[in-house]
């Protein structure tokens, strides 16, 4: 349920809450990105497990950087979590606070990732069959489709943005910070996500615009 606005020095931002983020144990660092960091956490309340992901205003060098950040993620989480569809990711809460600067979204933990889950086969020398590897193109392709349907577009698919689910065989997408939600008559002319990853036209896009800003 959605409850009240939020008024602080970032701007009004909307609150979400299952679960009662002060019930909430951090147990282990999963990962940390540009902006934020990704914890393994522990409900008191109703003992289960959750991935804690928390942006802090400190790693933005404006208040209005870290506003637009949270309030994009914030945005698209909620879009997913008001389709109700659980094959996609799961959201359980999203809290501000204002005066210590940090936004947490709690989220489904699964097992890992799908970068984790490649890591520890090829550890042990477990090769993709190709039936499994078709069933993750699948997967993607229908996670993909759902999302687009609901307007939003990913823009940062790569294995360690995918969740295997406890179910083995179960994956979904996470992490929507750079996703970009749709809104009728409306147009992105910004290029989002991991180079790497990137489709080689917006990569290539990419290098030619971070060129001319060298240039000039």
Request: glycine share 6%; charged share 25%.
């Amino acid at each position: 349920k959605k409850g009240d606005n939020l008024d602080g020095s970032f701007g009004k931002v909307q609150k979400y809450h299952v679960v009662r983020f002060s019930a909430v144990i951090k147990l282990e660092n999963l990962g940390k990105g540009a902006f934020g960091e990704v914890f393994r956490v522990f409900d008191k309340d109703e003992r289960n497990f959750y991935a804690l992901k928390e942006i802090k205003r400190q790693n933005f060098e404006k208040a209005v950087q870290f506003q637009n950040t949270i309030w994009t993620e914030m945005r698209n989480l909620l879009k997913v979590h008001d389709s109700h569809d659980t094959s996609l990711l799961n959201i359980f809460g999203i809290n501000v606070k204002s005066e210590t600067g940090v936004c947490s979204f709690l989220m489904e933990l699964g097992s890992g990732t799908l970068h984790e889950y490649n890591q520890f086969r090829l550890q042990n020398s477990i090769a993709w069959k190709e039936e499994e590897l078709l069933s993750i193109l699948y997967q993607l392709v229908v996670q993909l489709d759902k999302l687009n349907n609901l307007g939003i577009f990913h823009r940062d698919v790569k294995p360690e943005n995918i969740i295997v689910t406890n179910n083995q065989n179960k994956l979904k997408l996470s992490d929507l910070g750079c996703a970009w939600l749709a809104e009728e008559g409306t147009k992105s002319f910004n290029i989002a996500g991991t180079p790497y990853f990137m489709a080689p036209e917006l990569a290539q896009a990419l290098v030619s615009k971070q060129r001319r800003v060298e240039y000039n």
